[in-house]
């Protein structure tokens, strides 16, 4: 966790295109409180920053109603959540032409499924691997469940977030999987995977996990 003295708040003005931002949702949410229990963290849902031409910024995530692009507004200062901002790490390409290259790419997927329905069957399968912790236990080796309820057109947020950066990097398989199980599936990575990923690194906001 980051020194809390030492956090910045977050502004627009920090901010890079295709940061990821983790959410704290305050108020009565029966499922951004599962989620963090589940999940044993203090975030609940991730979304990614982009700048348009106009330079106005823009949310791009996978809530109830679908994959939508949200104004930055909407979040800032707003008393109803807690941000953090994370940013992907230089380390995590081969060189900085193919880590600009791999930004671009991510948000054209980002762009695209705007408009994609909400994954509610593959969020409760997660769900139920996380009450069961078999995904976790047995000598800490990955076990290749999978999601078997997921569908490739529908996305939970840190699932959509996972898939648009995914393969952009020629070094990293999967910049969110982490070291203990290299080989997880989008459709298994949660928000708080995605904030302490060795291969981020904090810009502002919350530092908790």
């Known amino acids: 966790m980051e020194d809390k ?5 977050v502004s627009k003005e ?21 989620i963090r229990m589940l999940t044993k963290s203090f975030f609940n849902h991730v979304g990614v920053y982009v700048e348009e031409f ?27 959540y807690i941000l953090k901002v ?16 791999g930004k671009g790419m991510a948000r054209e997927r980002l762009y695209a499924k705007i408009g994609l329905k909400y994954d509610w069957w593959a969020i409760m399968w997660l769900g139920i691997k996380y009450l069961a912790k078999s995904y976790y236990r047995k ?6 469940l ?12 840190s699932e959509l977030v ?21 080989n997880v599936q ?6 708080k995977d995605i904030g302490k990923s060795k291969w981020v690194e904090y810009i502002c906001g919350d530092g908790r996990l």
Request: proline letters at 7%.
């Open 54 to 80: 106009d330079k106005k910024g823009y949310v791009i995530e996978a809530l109830g109603r679908g994959v939508v692009r949200t104004p930055l507004e909407k979040y800032i200062e707003n008393k109803n």
């Open 146 to 157: 999978g999601n078997p309820l997921e569908s490739r057109e529908k996305f939970f947020c």
């Open 162 to 182: 996972c898939e648009c950066f995914s393969g952009i990097s020629s070094i990293v398989k999967n910049l969110f999987a982490g070291t203990i199980y290299p």
């Open 5 to 9: 003295a030492e956090m910045t708040p």
């Open 139 to 144: 000598g800490r080796k990955y076990i290749p």
């Open 86 to 101: 994370v940013r992907l790490r230089p380390e995590a390409f081969r060189d900085a032409q193919e880590h600009e290259k």
């Open 14 to 34: 920090l901010l890079k295109p295709q940061d990821q931002i983790l959410f704290h949702t305050k108020g009565l949410s029966l499922i951004s409180f599962g």
């Open 186 to 191: 989008c459709s298994e990575i949660t928000p």
